[in-house]
């Protein structure tokens, strides 16, 4: 029953998620917008890469922003 509770407890957790959205700046200018959790770390992931290969960029040029998504349904009323 536990296990149970903690599945469906992990559901909400993913289903919320599900909801941000990153957007990645370097010095101030957005280069990312809109990205899902999976495509931000894949991106990030990439800009290290770049990063080791180049020297840039510097993650003290790096900044992001997490955004919440609203779905259409939320924003329904009850009648």
């Known amino acids: 029953m536990i296990l149970a509770f903690a599945l469906g407890t992990r559901s909400q957790e993913s289903f919320e998620m ?14 990312y917008h809109h990205l899902t959790e999976e495509q931000y770390l894949d991106t990030m992931e990439d ?11 510097s993650s003290g040029d790096l900044k992001t922003e997490i955004y ?12």
Do not use: C, D, H
């Open 68 to 79: 919440v998504e609203e779905r259409e349904w939320q924003n329904q009323k009850s009648v």
């Open 47 to 57: 800009l290290a890469e770049q990063f080791y290969q180049t020297g840039t960029p």
């Open 18 to 31: 599900a909801n941000e959205r990153y957007t990645i700046l370097y010095k101030g200018e957005v280069i």
